[in-house]
């Protein structure tokens, strides 16, 4: 293109623009955008249409004055106004007279009266008219006799009486009428009668009298009638017979009694009560059948030593009688033990070869079923269960039965016998008895054979060697024949499983790793039980512990683990100057105290209950439900509250206090969200109803998963479709426990709904655009005034006949017999034999000091993943019991250890050992604590002088907003910081990777950060250091960022280089960048 054109284009480019026009007058603004702009500063919230015209408007500040009103008439195309404002009057409300498409009027709680009622005739469209608490009389009223299109009316606490309500004969469309706290009597009900729409009515804490329940007889269309408040009498009892419309009565604070309330059942079968608590237990109590003691569940060794026969081994016993195998017994394990069940085989949900069986056995009826197409009861010998797995060649699967063997054998002699399944009341399995209980191998070339034993309920003991799966943990320390012995393959420690039945038993294979065991073993130091035990083991295994550490290592590593923050200079250099004795016991113990461990532990158990806004969208009012759920835990740290007490406030809380009604539970909610003088959400006796609102587990299946994951540490998951693999429980057994979770509900109650969703409407929402962002749009300004909102609620949805439910590993309860099907459970979660609850806890507490647990994964507490220390994980539980599951409890005493206390500095015999505590493990820093680690070492002195109470800004207090990886920093994502999406302990991630080296070598936040305005380095770019200062700043960098001064060979490297550096501030920017890029800096030793 030719400049030339380039000129003209240009030009005619500038003279369309609108600089060329600059001669014509701006627009100016219409009476509507002037009226918008002057109420801009007053008003709470404001929504327009497409079109730019104003739909909602909402004045309820304190600023708002009757002059403010003049504005209104510029809303011509206003649907919805509210003006909740006690300082407005009657002065300016004329204005509203000429809004003629309003559908919602809200002056509830302002000052007008009848004069601003005489301003609403003409409003034809006018669909609902809230005046609650206002000053209008029942003359009043006559002026919206003709508001023929009203649908919804709130007169509630005013002086409204028996003579006002002739003024609503004609609103034939009204179908919610709120007359709470009115004069309003039984007789003046007749009033309502040809209110035919009408379906839900409010009468609380009026003076009624029998006559009010016959006046409402001809009112066919009601379904909800509320009357919270009013003095029941008998006779008003017996009249409710003639309302057998009605689908919903709320009773609260009636003075009810037990046979009242019988009568009502009976006058009307099909309607729901809701009546106060103290009247719910005397009825739970006619019709409850009292269970005695919890079931104990989880019972990993039921015991059953009744003296019954004692059986050989059926293979033994085949050839010696003509004994027909069991099918529980005998048939199902040797299939499990052959793998014809395993998830490789016919276990696999499609089946193989167009026959399955149920994963790892245990649906007996499905197995019997399908195993008898394959069996020829007229001639056994040609059955295909028979030869099939005989042949290498036609079975997919291999050979698995040996032609002529015992396994053939017992399943001709079972098809001879009639091929039974299960019989009617067969004993039941109580236990897997293994024998010898721990094996502790000398040479390379030794063997040892195990020996099974099923213990049954009738007192049978059997031998089942023969039928028992042996799977080894560990094969570099001991292997295992499919006939139980068990061989060495090398120095170390594992178990050998046992699998039978439902059984599952583990037995300790240990083989020393010196010659330093038994006499010859060192006097090792065991200050505590815990040290006892520890090396008790560690004797076993011929493994000596490593020295105790450093006061330096030992302070950095205990302020990062504690408190997650790195001591500063000044306390480096006051506790390695400390001389006493109990020094480190001190430090333990003002860690325990410091702000930053309610920060961090706050943390760290809102990850385990999966605290994340995102997940909380049910609430309508995610972010600051989700601050609540923070700040409760908070307190509760911060108090030292029992881990008992926080679990039962999560577990059994409700949103709504028994026999609140739900009016003045969202006047209560809405307290807390008040951004002036808030009420006290996280008040240690308000329970926390939060976690149970999470769309993550919305199903009764993912309730009862997170449940196991948090409060046990176990893992359910494979049960919701077959026999655990490690564990005990099967499909069954996880369906009923299912059952505990199939009533907890989070939306809004029967009792509620009418009231619900008028309150929706009352605050503007929308009926055909009723989205979740224009109702928070909404709901967040009205509940920051403290004004009420439509709060969505956790509740118990009430039983609806027979529910069978099962505690893990007890018997069958019927759950209909409890109005809270959480209470038995959290019974069941205190006082079950293993504890499960205390013994997950300690774990991952121990967990967080060792980087391995007692039991490792520690979310994954199962029978075939028993403890590396079982003794030692027992005496901690039932101390952490013993202390009222006191949580400063376990951190001081796990702390105080020698053990947590040794160097990380291996020697000969610990070398090889992670998992039994015999020295530290280094550890990757978590992502928070990282993060923070870098902020500190590189903050200039001022900042870092104020670190010990600057805990509100740190990313150890940082919690996702979302489930999307954006919702959290960028570095924090790298360094495994958990979004709370799982149920998994791994989901925060502890392992190094590429993008955490990229982002401390060259990312662009860290090099800022080193540089930053308040830093270390700009502080000394200020103080032009000279070179007399090099050593001492050269300690300060190690001091901030590895916790010690640097070796006198250091010292002499860095002096180098800071010498050759352009300067000495260069040189040591060089430095702290070098140091944070160590791996002495970015893990825990």
Known sequence: MRPSRVVIILTAISLCSPVAFAADEVQAPSPEQQAVEALKRIRTNIQFNKDGTTRLLRLSNATVTDDALAHLQHFKQLDYLAIVCPQVTDANTNHIAGLINLETLLLSKSSIGDATLAHLTGLEKLERLYLAETKISDEGLANIAGLLQLTSLSLEQTDISDEGLKHLRGLSNIETLLLNETQVTGPGLTELQELSQLRVLYLEQCALDSSAILNLEPIKSLEHLSLNGVALTDEMIASFAKLSQLKVVELYRTGCSLGGLEALRAALPNAQFYIDPELVVAERQT????????????????????????????????????????????VIPLLGRLGCNGRACHGSFQGQGGFRLSMFGYDFEMDHGNLSERIDLDSPDDSLILNKPTSADEHEGGLRLPPGGWEQKLLRRWIEAGAKGVGENPPTFVRLDVTPTEIVFKRSDEAVQLKAEAVWSDGTREDVTCLTRFQTNDETVAKVSPEGIVQTCGTGDTYIVSFYDNGIHSTQVLRPVSDLTGDVY????????????????????????????????FLRRVSLDIIGTLPTPKEIGSFVTDTSPDRRSRKIDELLE??????????????????????????????????????????????????????SGILLARSRAPGQPYREFIAEQSEYTNTVEPADFAALDNSMPHFWYRDNINQPTDKALAFGYTFLGVRLDCAQCHKHPYDQWSKRDFELFTEFFTRIKAGVPPDAKPLHEATQHMLGVPVKL?????????????????????????????????????????????????????????????????????????????????????????????????PSNKALLDHLTDGFIGSGYDMKWLHRTIANSRTYQLSWRPNDTNRADTRNFSHAVL???????????????????????????????????????????????????????????????????????????????????????????????????????????????????????????????????????????????????????????????????
């Open 287 to 330: 019709r409850r059948t009292e269970l005695h003691s919890v079931p104990d569940g989880l019972r990993t060794h039921p015991t059953n030593d009744d003296e019954g026969p004692r059986l050989t081994a059926i293979a033994d016993r085949l050839a010696e009688a003509d004994e027909p195998p069991d099918f529980q017994k005998h």
């Open 522 to 553: 060192p006097d090792v130091p065991t200050p505590t039980e815990i040290d006892r035990l520890v090396v008790e083991k560690l004797a076993k295994l011929g493994i000596v512990p490593s020295e105790l550490s450093s006061d330096e290592e």
């Open 594 to 647: 410091h702000p930053a461990y309610v920060t961090w532990w706050t943390t760290r158990l809102c990850d385990l209950t999966g605290s994340n806004a995102g997940y909380l969208g049910a609430t309508e009012m995610a972010q600051p439900v989700a601050a609540q759920w923070r700040a409760w835990i908070e307190r509760r740290v911060q108090e030292n509250v029992g881990w008992d007490k926080i679990a």
């Open 770 to 866: 009723n989205t979740a962002a224009l109702r928070r749009q909404s709901y967040l300004r009205i509940a920051a005034e403290g004004r009420p909102i439509p709060w969505n609620e956790v509740y118990i949805e009430p039983a609806k006949g027979e529910q069978p439910g099962k505690l893990l590993g007890g018997p069958e309860i019927d759950l209909s017999q409890f109005d809270d099907p959480r209470e038995p459970l959290m019974e069941w979660l205190l006082t079950e034999p293993n504890h499960y609850f205390a013994k997950s806890f300690v774990n991952r507490i121990w967990t967080n000091y060792f980087n391995v647990g007692i039991i490792d994964p520690p979310d994954d507490l199962n029978l075939a993943n028993p």
């Open 923 to 1085: 550890r990757r820093l978590p992502a928070e604590v990282a993060i923070d680690a870098i902020n500190q070492a590189t903050a200039s002195d001022e900042v870092l002088g104020a670190v010990e109470m600057a805990v509100g800004n740190r990313k150890i207090g940082q919690h996702p907003v979302s489930y999307q990886t954006r919702a959290i920093d960028f570095s924090l994502l790298i360094f495994g910081k958990p979004l709370r999406t799982t149920n998994c302990d791994c989901e925060r991630q502890s392992s190094p990777n590429l993008l955490q080296s990229l982002y401390t070598r060259n990312d662009q936040e860290m090099l800022d950060t080193l540089g930053r305005r308040n830093g270390w380095i700009a502080q000394l770019e200020k103080e032009k250091p000279t070179a007399d200062r090099i050593e001492e700043l050269v300690a300060s960098a190690y001091l901030r960022a590895l916790s010690r001064e640097p070796t006198a060979s250091e010292a002499a490297d860095c002096r180098q280089h800071i010498e050759q550096s352009e300067s000495i501030v260069e040189g040591l920017r060089d430095l702290l960048w070098a140091l944070l890029n160590t791996q002495e800096f970015i893990t825990n030793h």
